[in-house]
């Protein structure tokens, strides 16, 4: 059985991030109220009813299984006790009243862990996706910003030209290349980073050639 890890880094109950620790909890529950119902039976005290105590452990950390294996094991306890040490009559709607409880709870409990833990990884997953939306639509307003910059620089390069002004375009068009590389990568980091060593690559190699 695997525990209910942490999701989104969230404050958890030790017996929900350690299921090592909560399984071993369980079991020196089992063997504490396992002792205590050999020393206590046939006094009518209904020390078996604690049996629950580690069935909710392991359906709180390990869901369903957890809960209806602990169910089981609980009840194996019980009925092995008294098999041992009870008499020949034994009461048949205490044994179904004992097997009906352990499991419900164990079902129930651990069906219910499931389901919040579905639920939590159901809402990580639409934060994500309302993360990736917003990231897109943040990077697409940022292209258009860039398009839109770039298509105003050439368009008054080009006016320069029209009217003779070479020189002047030449500035533009330089400046206008320089400001695209500076937008894109602000845009595109890893890229930018890995064209300028490759760029500064190629300079080393023609100022040594």
């Known amino acids: 059985m695997e525990s209910i890890r942490p999701l989104g880094g969230g404050p958890y109950p030790w017996y929900r991030s350690h299921g090592r620790g909560a399984l071993v909890m369980a079991v020196l529950l089992f063997a504490a109220v396992t002792g205590l119902y050999i020393i206590d039976f046939g006094t009518g005290q209904s020390v078996d009813i604690f049996f629950v105590l580690p069935i909710a452990l392991l359906a709180m950390s390990f869901g369903l299984r957890g809960g209806l294996i602990g169910a089981a094991v609980g009840f194996a306890l019980f009925a092995g006790v ?9 009461s048949v709607m205490r044994w179904v009243t004992r097997g009906t409880g352990l499991f419900l709870l164990g079902f129930l409990l651990g069906h219910a862990t499931d389901q919040i833990e579905a639920a939590q990884r159901r809402t990580i997953a639409d934060l994500e996706e309302r993360q990736a939306l917003a990231e897109r639509a943040r ?69 040594t050639g």
């Open 82 to 90: 008294q098999l041992a040490f009870g008499s020949d009559e034994i």
């Open 139 to 207: 990077r697409q307003a940022e292209a258009l910003e860039i398009s839109d910059s770039i298509l105003q620089h050439l368009a008054v390069a080009k006016w320069m030209i029209e009217v003779g002004n070479d020189d002047e375009a030449i500035t533009i068009l330089t400046a206008t290349i320089a400001t695209g590389e500076a937008m894109v990568a602000d845009l595109l980091p890893i890229r930018t980073g890995d064209h300028s060593a490759s760029d500064g690559e190629l300079r080393v190699s023609d100022s």
